[in-house]
T-cell receptor, first 113, second 112 residues
Framework: DAGVIQSPRHEVTEMGQEVTLRCKPI?????LFWYRQTMMRGLELLIY????????DSGMPEDRFSAKMPNASFSTLKIQPSEPRDSAVYFC???????????FGPGTRLTVT | GEDVEQSLFLSVREGDSSVINCTYT??????LYWYKQEPGAGLQLLTY?????DMKQDQRLTVLLNKKDKHLSLRIADTQTGDSAIYFC????????????FGTGTRLLVSP
């Protein structure tokens, strides 16, 4: 079975550009989570969806960040405009209904110059 | 406090036992998890313990839970160089949704 799929794996962009990160959760999972990992701040939960509905976006740093989940098999995290301090590894994770176990994707390493 | 806390770093020799500690925040957490992150990869679920248990053993892994002190530990027996990674504990937050709160992570370095 395919795990959580994220694309791209690496993204290098210039400050001010729009960045879109993509995630395909495990088929049948009903919760999806976006995390950011940096050396300074560790692993931070940005937002999570349940049945495609955003439940808690209190971790989203600021209005430059937005996330959508138009259907059960796809989610995007968008940063517009990007800044150097957004450089991090962004992970997507999903979990099945009734389970707390989260399955992580391989991450997208974002570098904003 | 509100943070799940772990020591940042642990160094052991191959063949020794490793013990990674975690202090969590919510005494009513139903499940507690241990995840492993290898370099350049996402987090991988290692094991978990249900809150009504004191101990769980899974091959080389032993999880101990002290609910009174809100303390969780992961013991790795016969540690191998392939065990070198970052280990995260995580607790379930009783928000009604499937949210985990992760610790700060402990970097385990196993030397030959």
């Amino acid at each position: 079975d395919a795990g959580v799929i994220q694309s791209p794996r690496h993204e290098v962009t210039e400050m001010g550009q729009e960045v879109t990160l993509r995630c395909k959760p495990i088929s049948g999972h009903n919760s999806l989570f976006w995390y950011r990992q940096t050396m300074m701040r560790g692993l931070e939960l940005l937002i999570y969806f349940n049945n495609n509905v955003p439940i808690d976006d209190s971790g989203m740093p600021e209005d430059r960040f937005s996330a959508k989940m138009p259907n059960a098999s796809f989610s995007t995290l968008k940063i517009q405009p990007s800044e150097p301090r957004d450089s991090a590894v962004y992970f997507c994770a999903s979990s099945a209904r009734g389970s707390f176990e989260q399955y992580f994707g391989p991450g997208t390493r974002l570098t904003v110059t | 406090g509100e943070d799940v806390e772990q020591s940042l770093f642990l160094s052991v020799r191959e063949g020794d036992s490793s013990v990674i500690n975690c202090t969590y925040t919510d005494s009513s957490s139903t499940y507690l998890y241990w995840y492993k992150q290898e370099p350049g990869a996402g987090l991988q679920l290692l094991t978990y313990i249900f809150s009504n248990m004191d101990m769980k053993q899974d091959q080389r892994l032993t999880v101990l839970l002290n609910k009174k002190d809100k303390h969780l530990s992961l013991r790795i027996a016969d540690t191998q160089t392939g065990d070198s990674a970052i280990y995260f504990c995580a607790e379930v937050m009783n928000t009604g949704f499937q949210k985990l709160v992760f610790g700060t992570g402990t970097r385990l370095l196993v030397s030959p």
